[in-house]
């Protein structure tokens, strides 16, 4: 159990254009999701938390009007690029959790590879 | 949220024991201390969580000293497919609480 799928895994857009990423949880209701980026031999930083039904938290530096964040349902929470640059390539993690007891952990999925041209 | 310091690196061989430790002195009294592992291009995969003394699991075990200051994951009998980043961090309610991922520790394990 505690399947995190994320699509697509992988997506080259031009530069201004806009890409949605989804995070789904696949067995079990996430009440909180989170999403991170990653650049090259770097370690995962925060950008977002969202829970479902209400708006997200950014992290400090991060544009919320860049960086569109929907949790619509416990299973689904989208990010969605807007007016994607080159700087804007990179690797985008999200995370789900039950959040129902202190010792629930976060279930990462795979991963998003974004190259922005 | 707990600082967590881990060594960079490491370098074993196969079939060897190894163990990463960190340091978190300023741990919380209501802080777990978790694990995670990273492939290249992966998303990072849970390994162990643990409270205080010993937490053992198919994977890892997880050590943990009386003051909770530092923990050790020990990984037995490593193999090629162990060469991971292994991120320790430490928090109150880790499910939904956000993470702060530290450098990790990049292990590489050899022939």
């Known amino acids: 159990g505690a399947v995190v799928s994320q699509h697509p895994s992988r997506v080259i857009c031009k530069s201004g254009t806009s890409v949605k990423i989804e995070c789904r949880s696949l067995?079990?209701?996430?009440?909180?999701m989170f999403w991170y980026r990653q650049f090259p031999k770097q370690s995962l930083m925060l950008m977002a938390t969202?829970?479902?039904?209400?708006?997200?938290?950014?992290e400090q530096g991060v544009e919320k009007d860049k960086f569109l964040i929907n949790h619509a349902s416990l299973t689904l929470s989208t990010l969605t690029v807007t007016s994607a640059h080159p700087e804007d390539s990179s690797f985008y993690i999200c995370?789900?959790?039950?959040?129902?007891?202190?010792?629930?952990?976060?279930?990462f999925g795979p991963g998003t590879r974004l190259t922005v041209l | 949220l707990a600082k967590t310091t881990q060594p960079i690196s490491m370098d074993s061989y196969e079939g060897q024991e190894v163990n990463i430790t960190c340091s978190h002195n300023?741990?919380?009294?209501?802080?777990?201390i978790t694990w995670y592992q990273q492939f290249p291009s992966q998303g990072p995969r849970f390994i162990i969580q643990g409270y205080k003394t010993k937490v053992t699991n198919e994977v890892a075990s997880l050590f943990i000293p009386a003051d909770r200051k530092s923990s050790t994951l020990s990984l037995p009998r490593v193999s090629l497919s162990d060469t991971a980043v292994y991120y320790c961090l430490v928090g109150e309610n880790t499910g939904f609480q956000k993470l702060v991922f530290g450098t990790g520790t990049r292990l590489l394990v050899s022939p």
């Open positions: 300023n741990i919380a009294t209501n802080d777990y």
């Open positions: 969202s829970n479902e039904g209400s708006k997200a938290t950014y």
């Open positions: 995370s789900a959790s039950r959040g129902t007891s202190s010792t629930d952990t976060q279930y």
């Open positions: 067995d079990f209701q996430a009440t909180t």
